[in-house]
């Protein structure tokens, strides 16, 4: 009886291939403009944004979840229900730059690490971990337990998220693009922040509010640190 062969994904772009081959994940092959025409690529990748650069890889590794509270100051971005890949992608790209422990997702109804988010990560994920859960409340009772603080980011929350202490072993929970934090998830959070917004727009798009509680939490922990 013959074994099944191993699966495996397409990835697209400059950044993000060349990103894959420094990272975890091997690269099995990559087809430039060199080697096929324009459609065939466009064809192989499943969109037309491959920048003339698509590769085969192996399945993205995702992390344990575990792992990404070990640390005593580990900085961790949850997502609860985010279904957009360019939207997880972003996140990805700013939670890889500030340096944070990992970015957790729920195992359904949201969005994977497709070769849509590596592109939209600019090859983020292939350094950082993300690990996907069952349930996203349990995970952040898991991470109480591990002695994180979480932060949930909510529109209309009376604590600004600059007052909010962002140092030492944090989860950072964002919502849906549509429906915020859901209710047990909300409620799971030790903290609700909110960004203050000046302009007419009532909102931040999920991955605009992260890089800014991302950064904020840098800042923090930079000058904490001085």
Same mark, same amino acid.
């Given at each position: 009886? /013959? ?8 990835? =697209? ?14 690269? #099995? ?20 944004? #491959? ?5 085969? *890889? @192996?399945?993205?590794? =995702? +992390?344990?979840?575990?792992? %990404?509270?070990?640390?005593?100051? /580990? ?14 992608? /972003? $996140? ?19 969005? /994977? ?14 350094? &950082? ?6 349930? %996203?409340?349990?995970? &952040? ?19 600004? =998220?600059?007052?909010? @202490?962002?140092?030492?072993? $944090?989860? %950072?929970?964002? !919502?849906?693009?549509? !429906? ?20 007419? *727009?009532?909102?931040?798009? $999920? ?6 509680? &991302?950064?904020? +939490? +840098?800042?923090?922990?930079?000058? !904490?640190?001085?």
């Amino acid at each position: 009886m /013959a074994r099944d062969r191993p699966r495996k994904e397409v990835i =697209y772009g400059r950044r993000p291939v060349a990103e894959a081959q420094r990272g975890r994940r091997r690269v #099995h092959r990559v087809w430039t403009l060199d080697d096929l025409p324009t459609p065939e690529l466009t064809r192989l990748a499943g969109s037309p944004d #491959h920048q003339g650069v698509v590769a085969e *890889v @192996d399945p993205y590794p =995702y +992390a344990d979840s575990r792992e %990404l509270l070990k640390h005593p100051d /580990a900085l961790v971005v949850a997502l609860d229900q985010v279904q957009d890949p360019r939207n997880l992608g /972003a $996140v990805c790209r700013s939670a890889e730059a500030v340096g944070a422990a990992g970015v957790v997702i729920p195992s359904r109804r949201s969005a /994977a690490v497709t070769a849509a988010a590596a592109k939209a990560s600019a090859g983020a994920v292939e350094h &950082l971990r993300v690990a996907r859960v069952p349930n %996203l409340a349990d995970w &952040l009772a898991v991470a109480k337990d591990a002695g994180a603080w979480i932060h949930g980011a909510e529109s209309g929350a009376p604590t600004p =998220y600059a007052s909010a @202490d962002l140092t030492g072993k $944090v989860v %950072l929970v964002l !919502g849906s693009e549509g !429906g915020g934090l859901r209710r047990r998830v909300a409620q799971s959070c030790d903290l609700l922040v909110s960004i203050p917004l000046r302009g007419r *727009v009532g909102s931040l798009n $999920v991955s605009a509010a992260a890089a800014v509680l &991302l950064f904020e +939490a +840098a800042r923090q922990r930079a000058a !904490g640190n001085r």
